[in-house]
């Protein structure tokens, strides 16, 4: 079963603008941290944001914030303000903890571009 | 602080030969990992490690070995080169074993088995 679910292959956003990559995540563990990672162009992965399953409040980093829906299981991303640098595919990532194992499964991602 | 190194960046095999793609990490990191990249298909395990000597199967093992004899070194060998393992790998490690860390990723490798 998939347990990483990105379901907007591709999304177009006016640049200034807020726009939500979603994300929803399936896990039977009570541990576990969802992550959101920018991939541009030129390949490497940078790191965006993080949240625990634990955490209460949704985490926040400069203009990505990730909507945090426990019970449905969703890890959004939204990013305000869309700037043309932020064209780039997003993934979603979840490392869960209960099993020991500690291994990262990602999404398929979200291709975004921002348009000028 | 150079983090997460994966030589070669480029290569291109022939079908059947193999090859060893080098990952180095110099933060202490316990835990490392490989990915492949395939359009559509989002970053798949292939092998992972949560500390020198200890290893495990990821989503897609299956035509890859890996080993760690340290805890900065986790190199991924492809045994017998199929057109099916051209992908871009990437080699990620982590400071613990536990949830809250993030990953970090070297640059990748562009793998094209002909």
């Known amino acids: 079963a998939q347990k990483i679910t990105q379901t907007q292959p591709g999304m177009f956003v006016q640049e200034k603008e807020a726009v939500t990559l979603d994300c929803t995540y399936d896990?039977?563990?009570?541990?576990?941290?969802l992550f959101w990672y920018k991939q541009p162009s030129s390949g490497e992965m940078i790191f965006l944001i993080y949240?625990?399953?634990?955490?209460?409040q949704n985490a926040t980093e400069g203009r990505y914030s990730l909507n945090f829906q426990k019970a449905r299981k969703s890890a959004n991303l939204v990013i305000s303000a869309s700037q043309l640098g932020d064209s780039a595919m997003y993934f979603c990532a979840m490392r869960e903890g209960d099993s020991g194992t500690y291994k990262y499964i990602f999404g398929t991602g979200t291709r975004l571009k921002v348009l000028a | 602080n150079a983090g997460v190194t994966q030589t070669p960046k480029f290569q291109v095999l022939k079908t059947g030969q193999s090859m060893t793609l080098q990952c180095a990490q110099d933060?202490?990191?316990?835990?490392m990992s490989w990915y492949r990249q395939d359009p559509g298909m989002g970053l798949r395990l292939i092998h992972y490690s949560v500390g020198a000597g200890i290893t495990d199967q990821g989503e897609v093992p299956n035509g890859y070995n890996v080993s760690r004899s340290t805890t900065e070194d986790f190199p991924l060998r492809l045994l017998s080169a199929a057109p099916s393992q051209t992908s871009v790998y990437f080699c990620a490690s982590s400071y613990s074993s536990e949830g809250n860390t993030e990953a970090f990723f070297g640059q990748g490798t562009r793998l094209t088995v002909v």
């Open positions: 933060m202490n990191h316990e835990y």
């Open positions: 949240q625990g399953s634990y955490d209460e």
């Open positions: 896990t039977s563990d009570q541990s576990y941290g």
